[in-house]
């Protein structure tokens, strides 16, 4: 079984503020992880993936996130935030053999000016 | 812009009505996922399809159920409906050679959300 924590319903950062989105995630084999982001009254963006190659990904608009077995997390950072980043963040989990994921609760990121 | 569409955009039913919802993929993804995303949730697995056969479940009742067509679209149904079931219904389509896959990735849609009165 696998389920992923998001740590942080809300996250409230000012423009050029560092962000940091908390994702643990429990696996009984090696996982898969992802991190979406959802804009109102839209579907889910791939920012980026973790796919057992690399362990810090870097992904889209400067997102980048770095896989920790040790801590069994997987933690999105930005290094300056934008107020286009402002949205819902979601973590997931999917095993290597099934197509499905499991996802976090989900953090809404909003940004201050 | 993923290339994967859905409709309706919205919808409103009442209690023990049925509902289907429609899935348009990209072209050339053969595995078809639904989701269920309820207000302040993430997203929730019911089903996959690959190649017209489901190919994994969630924790759903058998009164959700889907097709998968040979044109890259699919129909999400569901039976006697209930108020729980209001929610964002989410499809995303995978270049899933095998119909498993977990490193792949999926394409999401807009989602139609289903509000049961």
């Known amino acids: 079984a696998q389920s992923v924590t998001q740590l942080g319903s809300h996250v409230s950062v000012s423009e050029g503020a560092l962000v940091l989105l908390r994702c643990n995630y429990s696996?009984?084999?090696?996982?898969?992880l992802f991190w979406y982001v959802q804009y109102p009254n839209q579907g889910l963006q791939l920012l980026l993936k973790?796919?057992?190659?690399?362990?810090l990904v870097k992904g889209i608009n400067g997102f980048e996130a770095e896989f920790k077995k040790s801590e069994t997390s997987f933690h999105l950072t930005k290094p300056s935030a934008h107020m286009s980043d402002a949205a819902e963040y979601f973590c997931?989990?999917?095993?290597?053999?099934?197509?499905?994921?499991?996802f976090g609760d989900g953090t809404t990121l909003t940004v201050k000016p | 812009e993923t290339g994967v569409t859905q409709s309706p955009t919205h919808l409103i039913k009442t209690r023990g009505q049925q509902v289907t919802l429609r899935c348009s993929s990209q072209?050339?993804?053969?595995?078809v996922s639904w989701y269920q995303q309820a207000l302040g949730q993430g997203p929730q697995f019911i089903f996959q399809y690959y190649r017209e056969e489901e190919n994994g479940r969630g924790n759903f009742p058998p009164r959700f159920s889907g097709l998968q067509f040979p044109n890259y679209s699919s129909e999400l149904n569901v039976n006697a409906l209930e108020l729980d079931d209001s929610a964002l219904y989410l499809c995303?389509?995978?270049?899933?050679?095998?119909?498993?896959?977990?490193?792949?990735?999926?394409?999401f849609g807009p989602g139609t959300r289903l509000t049961v009165l």
């Open positions: 995303a389509s995978t270049l899933g050679t095998s119909g498993a896959g977990g490193a792949d990735t999926q394409y």
């Open positions: 072209s050339g993804h053969n595995t």
């Open positions: 973790y796919t057992s190659a690399a362990t």
């Open positions: 696996s009984s084999v090696p996982p898969y």
């Open positions: 997931a989990v999917s095993a290597p053999n099934a197509g499905k994921s499991t």
